[in-house]
């Protein structure tokens, strides 16, 4: 399916401006360019075009919100100034499996001063000498090469930050947190019954003994009623 009807199809009877995330991978670009985006995409944040068989940007429209775009998989080889002409808020790119060969190929990404992750994996670029240093040094604004910064600590998983942005994670911690409140009702609930329990063995116990102690009595009423009569005996026969 080419780019242009794939993104009549992902639209949905929706207007370009309504539009945040747009998917187009796999799709095909006829002659290596940009189709069927427009500037009317005014609210796009998230844009990826995975395998299309892009070989320039040259007619990528103006995005000002975007900020994360991937590109992997493609023919671009340069032509990335574009970049920072028509995105210039991109915080995250993925370039990885492209004809990137030089250092001088991602020259012109250092006028994206927000660019915070830059993936180059797969692309010639990797091969030279110093290749991380040399990046490191030519984007001071790129905090993750690759997945990694210059410690080799690995960047935060991508998703996992959009679902906090989404309030999702927020959602899942707060049923963590009430899984752990039922649990340990379920313990304040199980030590209460025990203690119920004792309640109610401690009660027995009285009962028994208010019951014992009433045998007693009614026994030794009995005892004295008989010595009475004993004595009533005693009368009699004197």
Do not use: H, W
Not at 114 to 131: G, V
Not at 151 to 156: I, K, V
Not at 158 to 165: K, N, Q, T, V
């Amino acid at each position: 399916m080419d780019m242009k009807k794939r993104i009549t199809l992902e639209l949905r009877n929706r207007s370009p401006a309504e539009i945040a995330e747009l998917v187009v991978d796999n799709s095909r670009s006829a002659d290596g360019e940009v189709e069927g985006l427009t500037d009317a995409f005014t609210e796009l944040e998230f844009l990826s075009m995975v395998n299309v068989g892009l070989s320039s940007l040259a007619k990528l429209p103006s995005l000002p919100k975007l900020r994360k775009l991937e590109l992997s998989d493609n023919n671009l080889s340069g032509s990335l100034e574009t970049l920072s002409e028509k995105c210039p808020n991109l915080t995250y790119l993925n370039l990885s499996g492209n004809k990137i060969k030089e250092l001088s190929n991602v020259e012109a990404l250092q006028n994206l001063k927000s660019l915070q992750s830059l993936d180059l994996f797969n692309c010639e670029i990797t091969s030279l000498e110093d290749y991380r240093e040399s990046v490191f040094e030519l984007l001071p604004q790129v905090t993750y090469l690759d997945g990694f910064d210059q410690e080799d600590n690995e960047a935060p998983d991508s998703e996992a930050d959009d679902e906090d942005e989404d309030g999702e994670d927020g959602a899942g911690a707060t049923g963590d947190y009430d899984d752990e409140d039922d649990e340990e009702e379920d313990e304040d609930g199980s030590e209460g019954g025990e203690e119920d329990d004792d309640d109610e063995d401690d009660y027995a116990e009285e009962e028994e003994e208010e019951d014992q102690a009433g045998v007693q009595g009614q026994k030794r009423k009995r005892d004295v009623d008989d010595e009475g009569e004993d004595d009533d005996d005693d009368d009699d026969d004197d």
